[in-house]
């Protein structure tokens, strides 16, 4: 199954972090990275521009396109990053996610993707 | 006639001895309990329709099993659902083909299913009655009156959960033995749940007739068996049947409520006792103390009482003292400062009681109050005793228990 970790965090705190502390924090996600890839259960990961960067987009029923400024929605963790992993079942991927460095300094959320149906 | 009521007759008792069994075996394989529900209840109408007929098979449960099967096929190909479960489902055929051929080698995965129920991703609250349903079988509508829940919000949450079960890919597996400390708890809170829910203490002060102790019991004794090296499984188990054991002293012959203290140790399980403290024993071997051996514990001062004429309340307060700094739960702040209280008098537990106060939860709950009354009538304060008298009765949800307390207030001196 394919599963997306979700990394919320406090954006802010990387502002104020000093330069040796985020430099330890890009290794371990190196690292994580590195770990899957060797495990094969690498599938995609990104981490996002801060939510400052974000645009909504929404179409109204009769067709206009609102274009808004801002996130989705102003909460204290921010959605920073995800992987996309692929894992055998939930406790595979409740694994990856608590080796993911973002569960020790926030919150990483775990949804199992959509399968698409194939005919039996 | 007859050929119908004996096929009838095997179809129900297939039903009753082998649905968990089988729910459990074809879940494990397919990882979709609610499509294996529908395909066993299919299977067991099947057979309510051909046994008469074609006469009872060697083999119900493998009969059973692989229709079953092919029912989950079916469905498969109808809603055409993903490769995984073709994949799973290809596996589970050649399974029921070989347990078809030699019957009695059906996998037990009841604990494998267990575990899955009691997955730390599965809202804690439904844990216990998602057990219920799964392994036992039993239906939406008697788990949801024990639980106190109504029928369609129980089902909805059961569906739900059994949905996330498979959406999510919760493994229907025992988990390997490095993870099984930590999952294990899960389990044998929700066994534990099953047992005392409905009581407002399962310790022995709440006499209500319980809906599922036995079913409690048979789930413990099941994990039990299996994690013969986790002391807190065996510590449930003797817990459990401590309490059990008690069940015919919770009331008089015309059915008013006993207290645990006022019980008469005859009517006790004897049989029970012996085999709580045996797995007591064989627990406190590991070196491991945990909630389940310190309340097992608990329950084996009190019993003591059949040989000593009163429990060791030094005692059994120093093993609150210890699952009071284990659980920091309001409930066993109470029963430390009751046992506070007989040990070093009524001033000490309501010292105490006063403590476990602080929790505002304890506020509406009946036994607090019930226990404050008892303090406070010890401690000379009859007007305050009456008060907290009212305000326990106020609460109470069972009748005996309800006159039990108003016989108390009422024989208060003024």
């Known amino acids: 199954m394919e599963y997306l970790l979700q990394i919320y965090g406090d954006e802010t705190i990387w502002a104020r972090m000093p ?6 924090i890009a290794g371990a996600y190196m690292a994580f990275t590195k770990a899957l890839r060797d495990a094969g259960a690498y599938v995609d990961g990104n981490r996002l521009q801060s939510t400052s960067t974000a645009t909504k987009v929404r179409v109204t029923p009769d067709g206009k396109t609102e274009v808004l400024d801002g996130p989705y929605a102003d909460t204290k963790e921010q959605l920073g990053g995800y992987y996309v992993i692929e894992a055998p079942d939930l406790d595979a991927a409740i694994q990856w996610a608590a080796r993911c460095p973002a569960s020790s300094y926030g919150t990483v959320e775990v949804r199992p993707v959509f399968e698409l149906s194939v005919p039996a | ?15 009753r001895e082998s649905y968990g069994k089988l729910l459990a075996y074809l879940a494990a394989r397919c990882g979709d309990i ?278 060791d309340w030094r005692a059994i307060a120093a093993l609150y003292d210890e699952l009071l700094r284990l659980t920091g739960s309001p409930v066993v702040a109470l029963n430390r400062a009751v046992a506070i209280g007989n040990a070093a008098g009524a001033q000490a537990g309501l010292v105490a009681l006063a403590a476990a106060a602080e929790d505002r939860r304890l506020l509406d709950y009946q036994p607090y109050w019930a226990a404050l009354a008892e303090l406070r009538a010890r401690n000379g304060e009859p007007d305050e005793a009456r008060a907290a008298y009212a305000n326990a009765i106020g609460l109470c949800i069972d009748p005996s228990a309800r006159r039990y307390l108003a016989g108390r207030a009422d024989r208060l001196k003024t």
């Not at chain 2, 919000?153 to 498979?166: D, F």
Request: glycine residues 6%; proline residues 7%; hydrophobic residues 45%.
């Open chain 1, 19 to 24: 330069a040796e502390e985020s430099d330890r």
């Open chain 2, 1 to 15: 006639m007859t050929e119908a009521r004996a096929a009838g007759g095997a179809a129900e008792r297939a039903a």
């Open chain 2, 34 to 311: 609610n499509a294996a529900e529908d395909a066993l209840a299919d299977a067991f109408a099947a057979a309510l329709e051909h046994w008469p007929a074609d006469g009872v098979p060697r083999t119900p449960e493998a009969w059973l099993l692989v229709t079953a099967r092919r029912r989950l096929f079916d469905g498969a190909r109808r809603e055409q659902r993903t490769q995984r479960l073709h994949e799973h489902l290809t596996r589970a055929a050649n399974d029921a083909q070989r347990a078809f051929d030699r019957p009695g080698e059906i996998a037990d995965e009841r604990l494998a299913s267990m575990f899955a129920c009691a997955h730390p991703a599965i809202p804690a609250a439904i844990r216990g009655p998602l057990i219920l349903q799964v392994v036992l079988g039993l239906d939406a509508a008697r788990i949801a009156s024990a639980f106190l829940i109504s029928p369609a919000t129980m089902g909805q949450r059961l569906v739900r959960a059994k949905r996330k079960i498979a959406a999510a890919g919760i493994p229907l597996r025992v988990p390997p033995v490095e993870e099984l400390p930590g999952r294990l708890d899960a389990v044998l809170s929700a066994i534990y749940a099953i047992f005392s829910e409905g009581w407002d203490d399962p310790a022995g002060v709440d006499p209500r007739a319980r809906g599922f102790a036995s079913e409690a019991l048979w789930l413990g004794r099941l994990v039990a068996d299996a994690c013969t090296e986790e002391p807190e499984a065996i510590g449930l188990l003797a817990l459990m049947l401590h309490a059990h054991a008690r069940r015919r002293a919770r009331r008089d012959p015309s059915g008013a409520y006993v207290p645990l203290d006022e019980q008469e140790p005859t009517l006790w399980d004897a049989g029970a006792i012996d085999e709580a403290e045996s797995l007591l024993l064989r627990a406190a071997r590991a070196k491991r103390p945990g909630r389940f051996q310190l309340e097992a514990a608990i329950q084996s001062a009190h019993a003591a009482r059949r040989f000593r004429g009163t429990p």
